[in-house]
Nanobody, 124 residues
Framework: QVQLVESGGGLVQAGGSLRLSCAAS????????MGWFRQAPGKKREFVAA????????YYADSVKGRFTISRDNAKNMVYLQMNSLKPGDTAVYYC?????????????????WGQGTQVTVSS
């Protein structure tokens, strides 16, 4: 079992920044890829970013590339999503997810565990 708890969401003006954190517990963090997804009202859950176990490989949705950065600290069992130049279209609930297959896929169905989500609202 893996427990994931997100934090760091909030209300920010367009052009601002937020840093989301995801704390993992319950089993070894080793060989677990991590991802961030988001879901806006009335829309499907969509891939945002993913990172391999070592942190050596990162993947981003085209819509956030160059603005968002995913990182991890394996010593602390933490994953982060630094979000800069935020836009109103980034408004959504953001979810952290763990992929025990260590793939770091864009497909949410490959992820095994999910956090409860944290709300990000970007005002214009």
């Amino acid at each position: 079992q893996v427990q994931l708890v997100e934090s760091g969401g909030g209300l920010v003006q367009a052009g601002g920044s937020l840093r989301l954190s995801c704390a993992a517990s319950g089993r070894t963090f080793r060989n677990v890829a991590m991802g961030w997804f988001r879901q806006a009202p009335g829309k499907k859950r969509e891939f945002v970013a993913a990172i391999s176990w070592s942190g050596g490989n990162t993947y981003y949705a085209d819509s956030v590339k160059g603005r968002f950065t995913i990182s991890r600290d394996n010593a602390k069992n933490m994953v982060y999503l630094q979000m800069n130049s935020l836009k109103p279209g980034d408004t959504a609930v953001y979810y952290c997810a763990a992929d025990l297959g260590a793939v770091g896929s864009r497909d949410p169905f490959t992820y095994d565990y999910w956090g409860q989500g944290t709300q990000v609202t970007v005002s214009s």
